[in-house]
Protein backbone atom coordinates (compact mmCIF):
# COMPACT_ATOMS: atom_id res chain seq x y z
CA UNK A 1 0.00 0.00 0.00
CA UNK A 2 3.02 2.52 0.58
CA UNK A 3 3.46 2.43 -3.11
CA UNK A 4 0.32 3.83 -3.32
CA UNK A 5 0.09 6.50 -1.47
CA UNK A 6 3.77 7.44 -2.98
CA UNK A 7 2.45 7.63 -6.49
CA UNK A 8 -0.60 9.46 -5.48
CA UNK A 9 1.01 12.29 -3.27
CA UNK A 10 3.43 12.27 -6.67
CA UNK A 11 0.77 12.70 -8.66
CA UNK A 12 -0.91 15.33 -6.97
CA UNK A 13 2.36 17.17 -7.08
CA UNK A 14 2.06 18.15 -10.35
CA UNK A 15 -1.65 18.60 -10.87
CA UNK A 16 -2.27 20.58 -7.66
CA UNK A 17 0.00 23.77 -8.36
CA UNK A 18 -1.70 23.06 -11.90
CA UNK A 19 -4.74 23.45 -11.00
CA UNK A 20 -4.51 26.15 -8.31
CA UNK A 21 -2.48 28.18 -11.19
CA UNK A 22 -5.28 27.63 -13.75
CA UNK A 23 -8.14 28.71 -11.34
CA UNK A 24 -6.07 31.90 -10.56
CA UNK A 25 -5.73 32.74 -13.90
CA UNK A 26 -9.68 32.10 -14.59
CA UNK A 27 -10.66 34.73 -11.74
CA UNK A 28 -8.04 37.13 -13.03
CA UNK A 29 -9.54 37.12 -15.96
CA UNK A 30 -13.47 37.26 -15.35
CA UNK A 31 -12.23 39.58 -12.70
CA UNK A 32 -10.56 42.12 -14.96
CA UNK A 33 -13.29 41.24 -17.62
CA UNK A 34 -16.44 42.71 -15.67
CA UNK A 35 -13.91 46.56 -16.23
CA UNK A 36 -15.93 45.58 -19.61
CA UNK A 37 -19.05 46.82 -18.13
CA UNK A 38 -17.93 50.54 -18.57
CA UNK A 39 -18.11 50.38 -21.90
CA UNK A 40 -21.66 51.23 -23.91
CA UNK A 41 -23.32 47.68 -24.52
CA UNK A 42 -22.79 48.36 -28.06
CA UNK A 43 -19.08 49.14 -28.01
CA UNK A 44 -18.31 45.57 -26.10
CA UNK A 45 -16.65 43.40 -27.99
CA UNK A 46 -19.33 40.73 -27.05
CA UNK A 47 -21.95 42.83 -29.54
CA UNK A 48 -19.09 43.89 -31.75
CA UNK A 49 -17.90 40.25 -32.20
CA UNK A 50 -20.88 38.73 -31.55
CA UNK A 51 -19.65 36.21 -29.26
CA UNK A 52 -17.75 35.89 -25.82
CA UNK A 53 -14.01 36.27 -25.64
CA UNK A 54 -12.05 36.39 -22.21
CA UNK A 55 -9.10 39.01 -21.71
CA UNK A 56 -10.35 41.99 -23.41
CA UNK A 57 -10.46 43.12 -20.16
CA UNK A 58 -7.11 43.03 -19.41
CA UNK A 59 -6.73 45.20 -21.83
CA UNK A 60 -8.79 47.96 -21.19
CA UNK A 61 -7.88 47.73 -17.19
CA UNK A 62 -4.16 48.52 -18.51
CA UNK A 63 -5.09 51.52 -19.98
CA UNK A 64 -7.68 52.84 -17.88
CA UNK A 65 -4.69 52.52 -14.91
CA UNK A 66 -2.11 54.00 -17.59
CA UNK A 67 -4.69 56.86 -18.06
CA UNK A 68 -5.69 57.27 -14.72
CA UNK A 69 -1.63 57.37 -13.73
CA UNK A 70 -1.25 60.38 -16.50
CA UNK A 71 -3.89 61.92 -14.98
CA UNK A 72 -3.06 62.24 -11.29
CA UNK A 73 0.98 62.94 -12.30
CA UNK A 74 -0.22 66.67 -13.58
CA UNK A 75 -1.10 69.43 -10.90
CA UNK A 76 -4.84 69.50 -11.73
CA UNK A 77 -4.49 65.57 -11.81
CA UNK A 78 -3.27 65.27 -8.37
CA UNK A 79 -5.37 68.29 -7.09
CA UNK A 80 -8.76 66.19 -8.08
CA UNK A 81 -7.18 63.33 -6.75
CA UNK A 82 -6.46 65.15 -3.51
CA UNK A 83 -10.55 66.05 -2.73
CA UNK A 84 -11.15 62.55 -3.84
CA UNK A 85 -9.30 61.42 -0.87
CA UNK A 86 -10.67 64.06 1.66
CA UNK A 87 -14.44 62.95 0.68
CA UNK A 88 -13.38 59.06 1.24
CA UNK A 89 -11.54 60.19 4.57
CA UNK A 90 -15.15 61.32 6.07
CA UNK A 91 -16.52 58.00 5.46
CA UNK A 92 -16.10 56.23 8.74
CA UNK A 93 -15.86 52.10 7.55
CA UNK A 94 -14.92 53.30 3.97
CA UNK A 95 -11.61 55.41 5.20
CA UNK A 96 -9.93 52.52 7.22
CA UNK A 97 -10.48 50.02 4.49
CA UNK A 98 -8.88 52.60 1.78
CA UNK A 99 -6.58 54.51 3.94
CA UNK A 100 -5.34 50.84 4.78
CA UNK A 101 -5.09 49.33 1.61
CA UNK A 102 -3.41 52.26 0.49
CA UNK A 103 -0.67 52.44 2.29
CA UNK A 104 -0.18 48.77 1.55
CA UNK A 105 0.31 49.64 -2.02
CA UNK A 106 2.33 52.81 -1.63
CA UNK A 107 4.73 50.50 0.32
CA UNK A 108 4.74 47.78 -2.38
CA UNK A 109 4.69 49.81 -5.55
CA UNK A 110 5.42 53.34 -4.86
CA UNK A 111 8.86 54.82 -5.39
CA UNK A 112 12.03 54.76 -3.62
CA UNK A 113 11.07 56.34 -1.10
CA UNK A 114 7.90 54.43 0.28
CA UNK A 115 8.67 51.30 -1.16
CA UNK A 116 10.56 48.13 0.62
CA UNK A 117 14.39 49.05 0.06
CA UNK A 118 16.60 46.54 1.23
CA UNK A 119 16.25 43.14 2.36
CA UNK A 120 17.62 42.43 6.14
CA UNK A 121 18.23 39.51 9.32
CA UNK A 122 17.49 40.54 12.34
CA UNK A 123 17.36 38.81 15.24
CA UNK A 124 13.45 38.11 16.28
CA UNK A 125 11.60 37.71 18.81
CA UNK A 126 14.26 36.93 20.68
CA UNK A 127 18.35 36.64 20.49
CA UNK A 128 19.43 33.24 18.69
CA UNK A 129 16.49 33.63 16.60
CA UNK A 130 16.55 35.11 12.91
CA UNK A 131 13.61 36.57 10.67
CA UNK A 132 13.44 38.70 7.13
CA UNK A 133 12.60 42.36 7.50
CA UNK A 134 12.46 44.83 5.20
CA UNK A 135 14.25 48.62 4.87
CA UNK A 136 11.56 51.09 4.65
CA UNK A 137 13.54 54.18 5.27
CA UNK A 138 16.60 55.93 7.21
CA UNK A 139 15.00 58.87 8.26
CA UNK A 140 15.79 59.97 11.46
CA UNK A 141 12.59 61.57 13.75
CA UNK A 142 11.69 62.37 17.18
CA UNK A 143 11.48 58.37 17.83
CA UNK A 144 14.45 56.69 16.16
CA UNK A 145 17.16 60.12 18.13
CA UNK A 146 15.60 59.28 21.11
CA UNK A 147 16.27 55.59 20.94
CA UNK A 148 20.56 56.88 21.15
CA UNK A 149 21.44 53.90 18.74
CA UNK A 150 23.30 54.76 15.65
CA UNK A 151 22.25 54.54 12.22
CA UNK A 152 18.33 54.00 13.42
CA UNK A 153 16.97 51.94 10.38
CA UNK A 154 13.13 51.34 10.36
CA UNK A 155 11.99 47.79 9.28
CA UNK A 156 9.37 46.17 8.89
CA UNK A 157 8.74 42.35 9.74
CA UNK A 158 6.43 40.81 8.02
CA UNK A 159 4.01 37.68 8.73
CA UNK A 160 3.90 34.79 7.20
CA UNK A 161 2.09 33.58 4.74
CA UNK A 162 0.05 37.08 4.52
CA UNK A 163 3.27 39.79 4.30
CA UNK A 164 0.73 42.81 4.41
CA UNK A 165 0.68 42.19 8.51
CA UNK A 166 3.94 42.20 10.60
CA UNK A 167 5.80 44.57 12.74
CA UNK A 168 7.29 47.58 12.66
CA UNK A 169 11.00 47.70 14.07
CA UNK A 170 13.24 50.40 14.72
CA UNK A 171 16.98 48.91 14.97
CA UNK A 172 20.62 49.59 15.04
CA UNK A 173 22.31 48.99 12.04
CA UNK A 174 25.10 47.55 14.10
CA UNK A 175 22.64 44.85 15.42
CA UNK A 176 21.17 44.01 11.15
CA UNK A 177 22.52 41.87 8.48
CA UNK A 178 22.08 43.50 5.02
CA UNK A 179 21.14 40.57 2.40
CA UNK A 180 22.23 40.10 -0.96
CA UNK A 181 18.77 38.99 -2.14
CA UNK A 182 16.38 41.04 -3.71
CA UNK A 183 12.99 42.54 -1.96
CA UNK A 184 10.96 40.22 -4.63
CA UNK A 185 13.14 37.14 -3.93
CA UNK A 186 13.12 38.15 0.07
CA UNK A 187 9.09 38.23 -0.01
CA UNK A 188 8.82 34.77 -1.68
CA UNK A 189 10.81 33.40 1.05
CA UNK A 190 7.87 34.98 3.77
CA UNK A 191 5.01 34.04 1.91
CA UNK A 192 6.26 30.31 1.25
CA UNK A 193 7.37 30.15 5.01
CA UNK A 194 10.66 29.27 4.07
CA UNK A 195 9.84 26.74 1.63
CA UNK A 196 11.38 28.78 -1.30
CA UNK A 197 14.93 29.92 -0.41
CA UNK A 198 16.41 31.96 -3.06
CA UNK A 199 19.65 30.80 -4.95
CA UNK A 200 23.05 32.92 -3.15
CA UNK A 201 26.39 31.93 -5.49
CA UNK A 202 28.23 32.27 -1.76
CA UNK A 203 26.58 29.00 -0.65
CA UNK A 204 29.03 26.79 -1.56
CA UNK A 205 31.99 28.83 -0.32
CA UNK A 206 29.69 28.99 3.07
CA UNK A 207 29.35 25.57 3.74
CA UNK A 208 31.54 24.37 6.15
CA UNK A 209 32.68 27.35 7.30
CA UNK A 210 29.64 28.28 9.49
CA UNK A 211 30.67 29.30 13.17
CA UNK A 212 29.40 27.20 15.84
CA UNK A 213 25.93 28.82 17.51
CA UNK A 214 26.45 31.09 19.95
CA UNK A 215 24.63 30.57 23.78
CA UNK A 216 22.62 33.99 24.61
CA UNK A 217 24.71 35.44 27.04
CA UNK A 218 27.45 35.41 24.26
CA UNK A 219 24.92 38.45 22.17
CA UNK A 220 26.73 41.86 22.12
CA UNK A 221 23.35 43.17 23.06
CA UNK A 222 23.40 40.77 26.08
CA UNK A 223 26.33 41.67 27.76
CA UNK A 224 25.80 45.24 26.57
CA UNK A 225 22.60 45.02 28.99
CA UNK A 226 24.44 43.26 31.83
CA UNK A 227 27.14 46.09 31.78
CA UNK A 228 24.39 48.74 32.08
CA UNK A 229 22.68 47.11 35.06
CA UNK A 230 26.28 47.04 36.92
Known sequence: MSFIK???????????PLGVTIAALIFLVNLFDQSLLLLPEHLRPDELLGRHIPGFGIILSFVLIFVTGMLVANFFGRYLYGI???LLSRIPL????????????????????????KAY???YPRAGLWTLAFQTSKTQGEAQIKTNMAEVVNLFVPTTPNPTSGFF??????EI???????DDALKMV??????VPYWPGTENAVGQIEPPK???????????KKAQD
Not at 215 to 225: K, L, M, N, P, Q
Open 6 to 16: RYLIAGLLVWL
Open 84 to 86: WEK
Open 94 to 117: VRSIYMAVKQISEALFGDGSQTFQ
Open 121 to 123: LLQ
Open 169 to 174: IMASNT
Open 177 to 183: IELDMSV
Open 191 to 196: ISGGVV
Open 215 to 225: TASEYDFFDAG
